[in-house]
């Protein structure tokens, strides 16, 4: 009896290999066969390319401005016949935008907080912050360096003139006198915004002679031309006008 169950075990081994063997070819060949189909699945087949659908009309775009999509302007892409007026120009499609019209309900997008937020500084009422703060890091107007001269900044004040240029003198007659007055009277100068004037070098040559000329200041370059010329330099009061120094 032992020499029957030791044989008849081992052709249970031998049949159950033979099928694990053949189950193994099986799933070989099949995975063979799917890769060999893999390998081409994504190149396209020039029927395909030739097959798909190509755009036979011109250049098209979504116009944003729904009368713009409605309107016929067939006359206006008629360069060689069509003539813009003022009445006719119309802005490009898309370049004009609505008025976000903030805290008028969700459906406007910017209903509720109005694009700030719920919380945060920033969506609170007022300014949040002073002008050039930066969060507390060091702001700009502090890492810059400070400009060599007379400060100019919060609390310092500075003389603004009137601009009188040299070649605008030329026009006045030898041995008169000329301030700013007399210039605007003679259409050589335009009005002035500014109480005070100063007599500066201008571009054009300085050939009036013999003149006396009256204002608030005059530059080292201005006085010395005038003088070189044989004229005189007189220095007006800022408050009354008066001749201060000659």
């Known amino acids: ?8 075990t081992n052709e249970d081994d031998e049949n159950n290999s033979s099928t694990m063997k053949s189950f193994l070819a099986g799933l070989l060949l099949a995975s063979a066969l799917v ?9 396209p087949r020039n029927s395909m390319l030739t097959s798909a659908p190509r755009s036979t009309g011109g250049l098209t775009m979504k116009i944003a401005d729904w009368k713009r999509r409605e309107a016929d302007e067939s006359d206006i892409n008629d360069l060689d016949n069509f003539e813009f007026t003022l009445d006719n120009l119309k802005p490009a499609p898309g370049s004009r935008h609505r008025k976000k019209r903030k805290g008028r309900g969700i459906a406007a997008g910017q209903g509720a907080t109005c694009g700030f937020g719920m919380r945060g500084q920033k969506s609170r009422s007022g300014r949040p912050t002073r002008p050039g703060f930066e969060g507390g890091q060091n702001p700009l107007y502090r890492r810059l360096p400070k400009f060599v001269g007379k400060p100019l900044g919060p609390g310092h004040k500075r003389t603004l003139y009137n601009i009188i240029k040299l070649d605008q003198l030329n026009e006045v007659a030898a041995g008169t006198t000329c301030n700013f007055d007399s210039l605007f009277e003679s259409k050589a100068v335009t009005k002035s915004k500014l109480p005070i004037h100063k007599v500066v070098v201008g571009k054009e ?42």
């Not at 009896?1 to 008849?8: E, H, K, L, R």
């Not at 890769?35 to 190149?43: E, G, K, L, V």
Request: glycine fraction near 6%.
């Open 205 to 246: 040559e300085f050939t009036a002679k013999d003149i006396t000329v009256q204002a608030h200041a005059f530059t080292k370059t201005a006085r010395a031309a005038i003088e070189a010329n044989g004229g005189k330099c007189e220095i007006l009061k800022p408050t009354t006008g008066e001749v201060i120094e000659a």
């Open 35 to 43: 890769a060999s189909t893999d390998a081409y699945a994504f190149i």
């Open 1 to 8: 009896p032992t020499s029957t169950n030791t044989s008849t």
